[in-house]
């Protein structure tokens, strides 16, 4: 019914930037939250960035001043911009919409969750 589809995820050098894109298509009535979480081999999957439909952004410590988290309300579409990167923000990262759905009359709440993109930082 609600598909998240994330883009841009790839291999770069530390230090290097990368800009990660996330486009929610279907029955869509509204999107509340969206955000970004990543897990690495070993590790849960943590929150990376948050950010709700009024713009308010939420940021785990370890990427505050390097990664900015945006969105285009009119496109549904979620965006991560990561710059400094670092060998330690290897991971998969998934994109993640509080979304209401429309069912006819009737509109009801569901989360949604990319696929996930891979995103390997390493010289």
């Known amino acids: 019914q609600v598909q998240l589809v994330e883009s841009g995820g790839g291999l770069v050098q530390p230090g290097g930037s990368l800009r990660l894109s996330c486009a929610a298509s279907?029955?869509?009535?509204?999107?509340?939250?969206m955000g970004w979480y990543r897990q690495a081999p070993g590790n849960q999957r943590e929150l990376v960035a948050t950010?709700?439909?009024?713009?308010?952004?939420n940021y785990v410590d370890s990427v505050k001043g390097r990664f900015t988290i945006s969105r285009d309300n009119a496109k549904n579409t979620v965006f991560l911009e990561m710059n400094n990167l670092k060998p330690e923000d290897t991971a998969v990262y998934y994109c993640?919409?509080?979304?209401?759905?429309?069912?006819?009359?009737?509109?009801?709440?569901?989360?949604?969750w990319g696929q996930g993109t891979q995103v390997t930082v390493s010289s």
């Open positions: 279907g029955n869509i009535f509204s999107i509340n939250a």
């Open positions: 950010i709700t439909s009024g713009g308010s952004t």
């Open positions: 993640n919409a509080d979304v209401l759905v429309r069912f006819g009359v009737i509109n009801y709440p569901t989360t949604s």
